[in-house]
Structures are given as structure tokens and as C-alpha cells.
């Protein structure tokens, strides 16, 4: 059993591990993570919030007010030990700075890059992809399955929000730097597929963190 609480609970975990262990549990069946306390911050100001004066954000507001896609990631852009300053305005920026726009953005780019190379034929050439942004590509991809396993082994979710936020980077710097679709058919072919395999990658990171992988934005 995993539980998730907050920090300010910490000094019950060995109080509840002996209960278990009186009722003849075995209290290592049991483990919390705790999570650090999140501020929100709107425009240049934090929000003050008190518990003891009833004045607080629920999850469910900042659900409705931002929509799911950016509340997951962004919360798992930080470790559970980590602080969090939740900023509202950034959650909703259409642009690269707001971190879930830019990872969403990349797949739809790649979307957008075979739907127009769809067309193209030709037998890879997989040994001209030798430029710095496909062989940065090819070793994202090498480690995903590495970050799964250590993100489960762990416990440690937001491993896949930092491998989702650095593939997303080469993405875009993939696709600033390498035309894909060229007179050259053996290249074409090669960094489509490549493009194919990056797509299925980073929407398949998104999709562990429950957030979409649109095709176009």
C-alpha cells in the first residue's frame, strides 16, 4: 500500500506502522511519500493562504481553472521533496515558456511532419543520421526505458516529466535544424522514421502522465 501525504503529517508514519504491527500487519506492507506544501502564485503575487482562517485553493478550482493536461504536469515537474510554487498565469500561457505547451507542442509538430511526409518513399538510410540533433534524438529515445523502470522502481514519477521536458527540447531542436522532407529519399525516409519513433516516445510519456499528445495545436 502507497500512501500520499503531506509533510505536516510525517511525525504520524511511525505511529501508524506500530499500529499496523499491533494488529499483526507488517508495517513495511506500507509506505508514504510524503509531499512538500504548494503555494500558488497569481501575476506577480503569491496567494496567501491559511488553513486556520478557512482561506485555501482547492485542487478541484485549480482543475477547472487550468484543465488537467497542465495540472499534472506541472506538478510532477517537481520532485515530492521538492517545494512547489504553483504559478497560475504560466498554467494557461499558450507560448514555449508554460512547460506542458512545449512538450505537447513538439508531438504535434512531429504529427505534423509525417502527415506531410506521408507520401514519401524511399529505404532509409538510417547511417546518414549523423548530425548533433538526430544522434541527440536517438539517445533520448535509447533512455526511456530506463527512466520507466527507474521512475516505478523508485517512486518517483516526475523522473518522466524531466525526460519528457528534455526529449521535447531535442524535438524542437530537431525540428529547427533538420529538414525531413527532401528531394534526397533515403534521408527523407531515415528522419521519418526517426520522427515516427519520436512521436510514439514522448506520446507515450505524456500518456503515463495522463496528459494528452495532440496532433495539432
Not at 509506505?31 to 512538500?36: E, K, T
Not at 517545494?83 to 512538450?103: C, G, I, T
Not at 539517445?139 to 527507474?150: K, S
Not at 528531394?183 to 528522419?191: C, G, H, Q, S, V
Request: charged share 25%; hydrophobic share 45%; net charge neutral.
Amino acid at each position: 500500500m502507497v500512501d500520499v501525504w503531506g509533510a505536516d503529517h510525517q511525525g504520524q508514519v511511525g505511529r501508524l506502522k506500530e499500529a499496523l504491527s499491533v494488529l499483526g500487519i507488517d508495517p513495511n506492507r506500507l509506505v508514504v511519500l510524503l509531499i512538500q506544501l504548494v503555494s500558488v502564485k497569481r501575476g506577480p503575487e503569491a496567494v496567501r493562504m491559511s488553513r486556520r482562517a478557512g482561506v485555501g485553493i482547492s485542487l478541484k478550482e485549480m482543475l477547472d481553472e487550468v484543465g488537467p493536461d497542465a495540472l499534472r504536469y506541472l506538478f510532477l515537474l517537481r520532485s515530492a521533496d521538492a517545494h512547489m510554487e504553483f504559478d497560475v498565469d504560466l498554467a494557461k500561457r499558450q507560448s514555449s515558456e508554460n512547460p506542458v505547451f512545449y512538450a505537447q507542442m513538439a508531438h504535434a509538430r512531429l504529427s505534423n511532419v509525417l502527415s506531410f511526409g506521408s507520401g514519401s518513399a524511399g529505404e532509409p538510410a538510417i547511417g546518414r543520421l549523423d548530425s548533433e540533433w538526430e544522434l541527440e534524438l536517438m539517445r533520448g529515445l535509447l533512455r526511456w526505458p530506463d527512466i520507466v523502470r527507474e521512475a516505478a522502481e523508485a517512486r518517483e514519477p516526475h523522473r518522466l516529466a524531466f525526460y519528457t521536458d528534455e526529449l521535447a527540447a531535442a524535438i524542437h531542436r530537431f525540428y529547427n535544424n533538420c529538414r525531413v522532407v527532401t528531394e534526397d529519399a533515403p534521408l527523407t525516409a531515415a528522419r521519418l522514421l526517426l520522427s515516427r519513433a519520436t512521436r510514439i516516445t514522448i506520446a507515450n510519456a505524456l500518456g503515463l502522465m495522463g496528459v494528452a499528445a495532440p496532433d495539432r495545436m
